[in-house]
């Protein structure tokens, strides 16, 4: 069976179409509720959503399909997803879901699962799910219907968690952080963690209004950030994602530092000679350098940090994370958190005393470029034969000293064409051929 429900991260799509729509929401519920049900227990669904309007029709949807296979639904209300990894498991839910389309406009939304250890679901898990929407199970008897039930301390639990990532006599007085929420999940419990830890906190993207999530703010638009940053003279900026499971961090004078950086600085401060970080194809060769003067080694795995993550439990590494700024600490979360890597950066900075501008650039990145190139939906660019051979081309000029990855994106109709080459002019010329064939 080939899938068609499920891409990277979960099911992802335009609200009210497609994928998205309150029918097949429920669909999911039914199915992932039927797949989850095991023994005689009350059987518990933890379901936590971003801002977007949209997440309370998925949301009620959802609840229905679940109460209706005899699964009662816990409603956390907006949370980051790490959040509802880590309550799923510490509430002994059977199931988790989060209504997120993660760094997407309003417009879209998603629903990704995390079983009942906190961890997202095997590819296995997600086929055997998506068999059940298409062959839907039986409903409960009437007295088996479940219920559900607003959960409204959340947000504290979440925070108490966190603040557990630093050392208990840690604080963050005297610095002053732009953080911003994107207008998405952590709005409420970003601000409040910061706060609580002694921090002079500067908020953007504090207000959401269910279709402002993304839209000029957090991780994918940090401009509006790293002007605050500027203009108040803040020691660092936190730019989180609508879902708050990626950060991108900026120095103080605004300049960015993207997951790859992060990651270097984590990982040698956290990691050992001899230890792993896991990371995914789209990780800078420097970074790979770079940790290898450290005797640290690096393992790929392709793009997702579900696939980091399922790398990491295979091989025992407790670092890991994307070039994006999902970065996973596994032996706290058990998915990509920003709000808890922020704080390890942070921790970092008060700890050396320095400017972040300094700590922040572990090592020089080759030169790197990424282009997308959006496709008509139902085409496959990449088996076109005027694509395979620019391919072909890009590879034999770059040779051994330079990387090519390819890929079409897992959640909307585009093809990513990454390079990296220490010859910036002929990055360019490899990339941008490639990309002219993709577009036809």
């Not at 990532?165 to 409040?192: E, H, M």
């Not at 509006?224 to 203009?231: C, L």
């Not at 420097?286 to 980091?308: M, P």
């Amino acid at each position: 069976m080939t899938r068609t429900l499920f891409g990277t991260d979960g099911v992802r799509g335009r609200a009210n179409e497609g994928k998205m729509t309150a029918e097949m929401a429920m669909k999911l519920g039914m199915a992932a509720g039927a797949y989850f049900r095991n023994g005689d227990h009350q059987h518990q669904i933890v379901i936590g959503k971003d801002t977007r309007r949209s997440g309370y029709m998925l949301e009620t949807a959802m609840t229905a399909g679940f109460a209706a296979v005899g699964m009662s639904t816990l409603m956390l209300g907006p949370l980051p997803t790490p959040a509802v990894g880590m309550l799923t498991r510490s509430m002994r839910a059977d199931l988790g879901v989060m209504i997120s389309a993660s760094h997407n406009p309003f417009e879209d939304n998603g629903i990704k699962f995390f079983g009942p250890d906190g961890f997202k679901l095997s590819d296995e898990d997600e086929m055997a799910i998506e068999r059940l929407v298409a062959d839907l199970p039986p409903l409960a008897e009437p007295k088996g219907i479940g219920r559900s039930r607003r959960v409204d301390d959340g947000i504290g639990r979440y925070a108490e968690f966190v603040k557990t990532s630093l050392p208990r006599d840690l604080r963050l007085s005297g610095l002053r952080i732009v953080l911003d929420c994107a207008n998405g999940a952590a709005y409420k419990v970003a601000p409040q963690v910061l706060w609580e830890l002694g921090a002079e906190v500067i908020p953007l993207g504090v207000s959401p209004n269910g279709f402002n999530i993304n839209l000029e703010c957090g991780s994918t638009d940090t401009r509006a950030a790293a002007k605050a940053v500027r203009d108040t003279r803040a020691d660092i900026g936190l730019c989180l994602d609508g879902d708050a499971d990626r950060i991108i961090v900026l120095d103080e004078n605004g300049e960015v530092a993207d997951g790859d950086q992060l990651m270097a600085l984590i990982a040698a401060r956290r990691l050992s000679k001899g230890q792993n970080l896991v990371t995914t194809v789209m990780s800078n060769l420097g970074l790979e350098r770079h940790l290898g003067k450290l005797g640290i080694g690096t393992t790929r795995t392709k793009v997702g940090d579900r696939y980091v993550v399922e790398e990491m439990r295979r091989s025992g590494a407790t670092v890991g994370g994307e070039q994006s700024g999902h970065i996973v600490l596994l032996d706290h979360v058990t998915t990509g958190d920003g709000l808890l890597a922020g704080l390890q950066v942070l921790a970092a900075l008060k700890e050396t005393g320095g400017k972040a501008s300094e700590m922040l650039r572990v090592f020089e990145p080759v030169p790197q470029k990424l282009t997308n190139v959006r496709f008509t939906a139902g085409t496959e660019p990449l088996k076109t034969d005027p694509v395979k051979e620019a391919i072909a081309e890009g590879e034999e000029r770059f040779g051994k000293d330079g990387r090519l990855v390819i890929r079409a994106s897992g959640t909307e109709p585009v093809i990513r064409v990454m390079g990296e080459h220490e010859d910036p002019g002929l990055l360019d010329e490899v990339v941008d051929g490639i990309a002219r064939a993709v577009a036809g």
